[in-house]
């Protein structure tokens, strides 16, 4: 497509329910990457997936939180057990190779993830 | 422990003046720097890059400076105008106690007003 996509765009789900976030990069684009921003903080790196390399997981925050790649296109980050700390916004990003760096990331419009 | 820190979490300035967002880092294993503009509701994107052997890229209205010595980068946007007011995201990238090379660690934004 000729952006990144994102679904839903909004979610609100009840503690202790698990969600799936879903993204679809560009096309062609090998990196993705997903962050998240909750309220009044930065961008908050969560997993990162390059090609068919193991996914860098370094960023995530517990073990109720997993994603997955389908080769190089659709991703799905699950929250199992969903928290009122993981209400956030949820970015997905994806970039031509690992770098992204004269062009950056190119960014979706983000899940907004409310945990009641 | 923040690594990318931008102090200012607001700014407001008259149109036609100058902008100079802000940006200090505490690794110095840092070799590329980005910022990134948000608007409500939509995903960042990509503004302008700096590798770190450069202290200056310029971009239209846009520059950025980059002061290794004192761990510091500057955005600023010459002239302002109104649709520059969005919130301005500090990203830098290296290898950085154990993450991967591929993804952008993000300061907290500072948001822009620019007034007519």
């Known amino acids: 497509g000729a952006g990144v996509s994102q679904s839903p765009s909004n979610k609100v789900t009840e503690k202790g329910k698990d969600v799936e976030l879903r993204c679809d990069p560009i096309s062609g684009h090998t990196a993705l990457y997903w962050y998240r921003q909750r309220l009044g903080q930065g961008l908050e790196f969560l997993i990162y997936?390059?090609?068919?390399?193991?996914?860098?997981k370094s960023g995530l925050p517990s073990d109720r939180f997993s994603a997955e790649r389908t080769g190089e296109s659709v991703s799905t980050l699950t929250i199992q057990r969903t928290q009122q700390e993981d209400s956030a916004v949820y970015l997905c990003?994806?970039?031509?190779?690992?770098?992204?760096?004269?062009?950056?990331?190119?960014f979706g419009s983000g899940t907004r993830l409310t945990v009641v | 422990d923040q690594q990318v820190k931008q102090n200012s979490p607001s700014l407001s300035v008259q149109e036609g003046r100058i902008s100079i967002l802000n940006c200090d880092y505490t690794?110095?294993?840092?070799?590329?720097f980005l910022w990134y503009k948000k608007y409500p509701a939509e995903g960042p994107t990509f503004l302008i890059s700096?590798?770190?052997?450069?202290d200056k890229n310029e971009d239209g209205r846009f520059t950025v400076f980059l002061n290794k010595s004192a761990k510091h980068l500057s955005l600023h946007i010459v002239p302002s105008q109104p649709g520059d007011s969005a919130v301005y995201f500090c990203?830098?990238?290296?290898?950085?106690?154990?993450?991967?090379?591929?993804?952008?660690?993000f300061g907290k934004g500072t948001k822009l007003s620019v007034k007519p």
């Open positions: 990203a830098a990238r290296g290898r950085v106690y154990g993450g991967s090379q591929g993804n952008l660690i």
């Open positions: 997936f390059q090609g068919n390399s193991a996914p860098d």
């Open positions: 690794n110095s294993m840092f070799d590329y």
């Open positions: 700096i590798s770190s052997i450069k």
């Open positions: 990003a994806s970039s031509l190779g690992g770098q992204g760096l004269n062009h950056g990331y190119t």
